[in-house]
């Protein structure tokens, strides 16, 4: 008869939807047994989401940690910065960061995977890609080989990282966005205007460089 496996206890940090998508993760994984979560927003404590006691603030993190004998976390927060720190935050608590694959996922060869990673359903991840710590692998996101995502970035539902593309930390790859070979996305990197139908977009000034932006050919 086998001997039941003593998976470890941990919280999930983040009580909103991107929580759900965390929550799956981790279940469907079956590596850790998530004991409640814990949220910024204290007015959400005793309530449940996915059927999961939210436990408190921050201020109740040495009390979870002792009641319900966690010893790690995921953090389930979508902005990139936030996220971060949070995560920073928890780690100077003693906690460490664990990450979660979705078992649907496909991981090549030599693929590495940093501390509080989550990568979700129907992804895939070829051979000597690295992803940083605390990344967002959303829902049938595509990273192909020799790509570098770097720390706290998010590439999200739908997207494609083509061959050895880099990804500075903090950067957010949009839903459906396809990256072509060799490209570097610098750090902290977000589009904040919209791009019309068959566009390529082949680059943007920095923020505060003289001219409209705008291609003045």
Partial sequence: MTADVVKERIFIFGASGHAKAVIDTVENEGRYEIALLIDDDTSLAGEKLCGY????????????MKKHAVTGCIVAI??????????????????HLVSSVHPSCQLARGVKVGAGVVIMACTAINTDAEIGDN??????ASIDHDCRVGDGAHIAPGSTLCGAVKIGQLAMVGAG?????????GAGVTVLQDVPDGV???????????GSGRDER
């Fill in 135 to 140: 990344v967002i692998v959303n829902t049938s």
């Fill in 53 to 64: 006691e939210i436990g408190g603030g921050r201020n109740e993190i040495e009390a979870v």
């Fill in 177 to 185: 966005a396809t990256v072509i070979p060799n490209v570097e996305v």
């Fill in 200 to 210: 390529t977009t082949l680059g943007a000034r920095p923020t505060g460089s003289a």
């Fill in 78 to 95: 979508g902005d990139n910065e936030a996220r971060m720190e949070t995560a920073a935050w928890l780690a100077g608590q003693g906690l």
